[in-house]
């Protein structure tokens, strides 16, 4: 079955320091891939996606991931974190073939201390 | 560009109340989804409209749950004899395509008492 893990409910990190939020995918073929991010009582916002090619994408404020396909993954990260990145983020994926459904993972809640 | 919009923000029910959620997606976005977010499910997919035309409701709880999509400019989501298992917060997409981004609203924070 198809499934989005990521495997870290809660992460804290300082201000300032660096950050990796996994995501693990599990689909046949290969997936357009996205991270989401939904501050408190918003809807989620698009950081970036991946369809194909590069397999680092840059998205909005300093965000980036990495696409792996031998490793089934699409970490996202941050070279330096500020206090208004602490929400919640979302790994997605979607099949490249017309299928319209998006697998969503359970998120993982950032909180950025000071 | 005012984004996708949904009303109420937040709407609260006695148990056995019906309650009708709204939801404007972008202009010229053709794919329009629903889910519902709670902290134990997480994002639970729906239903969705591609065109206005309803595509798969396999997500929606099948007695209760309705959904509509009358004109390109709105669609509605109605739960008849509210449960307290109901109650989460219930988010609308829209999209270019069935594989572009997905565009949410706030939300709407359904509580039944």
């Known amino acids: 079955a198809q499934s989005v893990t990521q495997p870290d409910a809660r992460v804290t990190v300082s201000e300032g320091a660096s950050l990796q939020l996994r995501c693990k995918y599990s689909?046949?073929?290969?997936?357009?891939l996205f991270w989401y991010v939904q501050y408190q009582r918003q809807g989620l916002q698009l950081l970036l996606k991946?369809?194909?090619?590069?397999?680092v994408v840059q998205g909005v404020n300093g965000f980036e991931a990495e696409f792996s396909k031998s490793d089934s993954s699409f970490h996202l990260r941050k070279a330096s974190v500020h206090w208004s990145d602490s929400a919640v983020y979302f790994c997605?994926?979607?099949?490249?073939?017309?299928?319209?459904?998006?697998?969503f993972g359970a998120g993982t809640r950032l909180k950025v201390i000071a | 560009n005012a984004g996708v919009i949904q009303t109420p923000r937040h709407k609260v029910t006695g148990k056995g109340q019906e309650a009708t959620l709204w939801c404007e997606p972008i202009?010229?976005?053709?794919?329009v989804f629903w889910y519902r977010q709670t902290i134990v499910q997480g994002l639970e997919f729906l239903t969705y409209f591609r065109n206005q035309a309803p595509i798969d409701d396999s997500g929606m709880p099948k007695e209760r749950f309705s959904a509509q999509m009358p004109n390109q400019s709105h669609s509605t989501l109605k739960i008849q004899s509210t449960q307290p298992q109901d109650s989460a917060v219930y988010l609308c997409a829209s999209s270019l395509g069935s594989q572009n981004t997905l565009y949410f609203g706030a939300g709407t924070r359904l509580s039944v008492l």
């Open positions: 202009s010229g976005h053709s794919a």
């Open positions: 689909y046949s073929g290969t997936p357009y």
């Open positions: 997605a994926a979607s099949i490249n073939t017309g299928n319209y459904k998006y697998v």
């Open positions: 991946y369809y194909s090619g590069d397999p």
